[in-house]
């Protein structure tokens, strides 16, 4: 089964013979999955902040929150290593969100013209209740809404347009800026 989905990821008309790589990938993904729903459990993340400078001025404008999975045994965990199983498995939904209001309850704590930049994922935005999570977030922490920026990626725009550009404009509308995050790495590269 692994060598199938395997040539199937890779392209039509191939195939692949399984290899022992293979088992050890999936058993580490198990093993990041597992660990992944006991972090969200136990608070095991944390947020840190990329400051953001202000060409203009010379000053920094905001901070981008990054998240890091401290695991009790493995230490930190960079995001390449642990988001692309939350991906597929939706637990990046919660940890999104709790990133969401982590740096909405950080950043208010900041000068006033700071805003924060705070990553989306598609997961999150196609769940369909974006903003009543972004609007729970900036009142839970009495943040303004123009403090927060949402970056989202490029592939969020691949879905259903009219739907994805009527969110983006209630967002707009509350005060909320969008960015477009790694543009030029993924489809239109």
Known sequence: DLALYRAKAES???????EPGM??????????????????REGQFEVLYQPLLDVRSGTIGGFEALVRWNHP???VIQPMDFVPVAEDTSLIIPIGEWVL???CRDAVHW???????????PAQFKRGDLIAVTMNALAAANLAPERLELEIT????????AWVRSV????????????LDDFGTGYSS
């Open 12 to 18: 039509r008309g191939t195939f692949r013979f399984f």
């Open 23 to 40: 088992d050890a990938r999936l058993r580490e993904r198990r093993s990041i999955e597992a660990g992944l729903r006991v972090a969200i």
């Open 73 to 75: 045994t493995r230490g």
């Open 101 to 103: 209001r982590q740096a």
């Open 111 to 121: 000068p006033e013209h700071v805003k924060v930049a705070v990553n989306l994922s």
């Open 154 to 161: 490029e592939s969020v725009l691949l879905h259903d347009e």
């Open 168 to 179: 983006l404009e209630r967002l707009t509308a509350l005060g909320v800026s969008i960015a």
